[in-house]
């Protein structure tokens, strides 16, 4: 079984700032990580994924993330932000033998003012 | 492309009746998820199906039944409703690997 913990239910940030939103994970077997968002009223999107290979991966948006196995975190990252970055983000396992079956963490609420 | 869809958009029904939602996956894409997401948490996983069968299953109760015709095209049955069943209801198609794809979701408001 896995889990994911969101460390920050609430992230305030200023246009143009830098936001780190932070994720770890506890997993006993090999995971798959994702990063989605979720605008009001509306379903989830990708903004981006680690399968494997390269540790820094990067989605749209201008979105990036980092997976760090030793620290069983997968941190997301924006330079900076915008207005219309304001959104829940959600950070979600998967084990290798079902991508399509996550489990997610309970969300961070980005909030981005002028 | 149309993504995944979903119907109805929202719904309220009474305690004790019985509700059917309808997904349509992505173009391609054979593997069908449903998802429960109750106000301020994440989704919690339902079931799975794939190939017309239920695959994986989460931690609900029998009362959430599904299936999967022969186009992949899905379908959530929660009978007996309780006010807790209240949430947006998430539609998940996947090709396998890469994560998945949502659909915007069914507003479920038990009364």
């Known amino acids: 079984a896995q889990s994911v913990t969101q460390l920050d239910s609430q992230v305030p940030v200023f246009e143009e700032a830098p936001v780190e939103l932070r994720c770890n994970y506890s997993?006993?077997?090999?995971?798959?990580l994702f990063w989605y968002v979720q605008y009001p009223n509306q379903g989830l999107q990708l903004l981006l994924k680690y399968l494997s290979g390269s540790t820094l991966v990067k989605g749209i948006n201008g979105f990036e993330a980092e997976f760090n196995k030793s620290q069983t975190s997968f941190h997301l990252r924006k330079p900076s932000v915008h207005i219309s970055d304001t959104a829940e983000y959600f950070c979600a396992v998967s084990d290798h033998t079902n991508a399509g079956k996550s489990t997610f963490g309970d969300g961070t609420t980005l909030t981005v003012k002028p | 492309d149309a993504g995944v869809t979903q119907s109805p958009t929202h719904l309220i029904k009474t305690r004790g009746q019985q509700v059917t939602l309808r997904c349509s996956p992505k173009s391609g894409h054979d593997t069908v998820s449903w998802y429960q997401q109750a106000l301020g948490q994440g989704p919690q996983f339902i079931f799975q199906y794939y190939e017309e069968e239920e695959r994986q299953r989460g931690n609900f109760p029998d009362r959430f039944s599904g299936h999967q015709f022969p186009n992949y095209s899905s379908e959530l049955n929660v009978n007996a409703l309780l006010l807790g069943d209240s949430a947006l209801y998430l539609c998940a198609s996947s090709p396998g690997l890469g994560g998945q794809y949502f659909g915007p979701g069914t507003r479920l408001t038990v009364t």
């Open positions: 997993s006993s077997v090999s995971v798959y």
